[in-house]
Nanobody, 118 residues
Framework: QVQLQESGPGLVKPSQTLSLTCTIS??????????WSWIRQPPGKGLEWIGY???????????SYSPSLGSRTSISRDTSKNQFTLQLSSATPEDTAVYYC??????WGQGTQVTVSS
């Protein structure tokens, strides 16, 4: 059974870096071909995929990001804590959303609200 929990600040100032961490309970983040993703939902809008990290081999992994967010996005991992982290630089109010971490196949965290505002 996979359980995911998002954590991080609920308020970020414009131009700062939005940073969220997802803690995984259950499988290791290094499990081959488990796609660990970030998805967000802005107020009044649909779900938007942000990016993922996936292992193929115990130490080999790759990341992929939504082109719409460009180079602002980075996903990293901490295998000792079984966590992966989203960083979204140069935050704007348009980044205000509920952010979810997920594993492809149906496992979702409960979501965390992030507001970008001065």
């Amino acid at each position: 059974q996979v359980q995911l929990q998002e954590s991080g600040p609920g308020l970020v100032k414009p131009s700062q870096t939005l940073s969220l961490t997802c803690t995984i309970s259950g499988p290791s983040i290094t499990t081959n071909f488990y796609y660990w993703s970030w998805i967000r939902q802005p107020p009044g809008k649909g779900l938007e995929w942000i990016g993922y990290i996936v292992y193929s081999g115990s130490t080999s992994y790759r990341t992929s990001y939504s082109p719409s967010l460009g180079s602002r996005t980075s996903i990293s991992r901490d295998t000792s804590k079984n966590q992966f982290t989203l960083q979204l630089s140069s935050a704007t109010p348009e980044d205000t959303a509920v952010y979810y971490c997920t594993r492809r196949g149906g496992s979702w965290g409960q979501g965390t609200q992030v507001t970008v505002s001065s």
